[in-house]
């Protein structure tokens, strides 16, 4: 069965700095792998994802993610983050050809500084 | 696009009893789940349907029941509410065997005195 780690339940940045969130997940074979943000008392909205092909994908509001199998990781980044950028974000990994399971982390809470 | 709406919105239930959450879809998906999400425990898995006629539970089914009406339908039902249940519940769903990410509703929120 998957799961999926985030080891940050609290990241603050200033605004304008970089950001990487932290993603493992467990998984005997390449999973899917998706990135969701929360903003407060909504629901969730996907980021990006990835299940084949380049390691590198990009998603929407300037996110990326990098797929490193070696390492059963999945990180994301932002080069500058924006005051809006604020939220909570998850990490959900699937089984390709499986359940259809779709488990989720128990998520990174982004507080940005002024 | 309607996507994935829930009902209620919002719920107040006394201990012991029942209500049913209702979802329905609208993209043709194959795949539907529902989420109960805590303070600190991110989204947890209740139960999950992975086409119509079929049920499996997830990581937290226990007090809950779920009917996969139809392609579009996934109810899920507390027959005995406790104020363990208090939570926000959604809905998703997605396509089947398909690399393509979940679609979420905007959640009930539920309390259980």
């Known amino acids: 069965a998957q799961s999926v780690t985030q080891p940050d339940i609290h990241i603050t940045v200033s605004e304008g700095a970089s950001l990487e969130l932290r993603c493992n997940y467990s998984?005997?074979?390449?999973?899917?792998l998706f990135w969701y943000v929360q903003s407060p008392g909504q629901g969730l909205q996907l980021l990006l994802k990835?299940?084949?092909?380049?390691?590198l994908v990009q998603g929407i509001k300037g996110f990326e993610a990098e797929f490193k199998r070696s390492q059963s990781s999945f990180n994301l980044r932002k080069p500058s983050v924006h005051w809006s950028d604020a939220a909570e974000y998850f990490c959900?990994?699937?089984?390709?050809?499986?359940?259809?399971?779709?488990?989720f982390g128990k998520g990174t809470k982004l507080t940005v500084n002024p | 696009n309607a996507g994935v709406t829930q009902t209620p919105k919002f719920q107040v239930l006394k201990t012991g009893q029942s209500m049913t959450l209702q979802c329905a879809q609208d993209m043709n998906h194959n795949s539907m789940y529902w989420y109960r999400q805590d303070p600190g425990m991110g989204l947890r898995l209740i139960y999950y349907s992975a086409s119509e006629g079929t049920t499996d539970k997830g990581e937290v089914p226990n007090g809950y029941n779920v009917s996969r009406l139809n392609k579009r339908e996934f109810s899920l039902r507390l027959e005995s509410a406790a104020p363990s249940q208090t939570s926000v519940y959604f809905c998703?769903?997605?396509?089947?065997?398909?690399?393509?990410?979940?679609?979420f509703g905007q959640g009930t929120r539920l309390t259980v005195v």
């Open positions: 990835y299940f084949s092909g380049d390691t």
């Open positions: 998703a769903s997605r396509e089947r065997f398909a690399g393509e990410g979940a679609f």
């Open positions: 998984y005997g074979a390449t999973p899917y």
């Open positions: 959900a990994v699937g089984a390709p050809g499986g359940s259809e399971k779709l488990v």
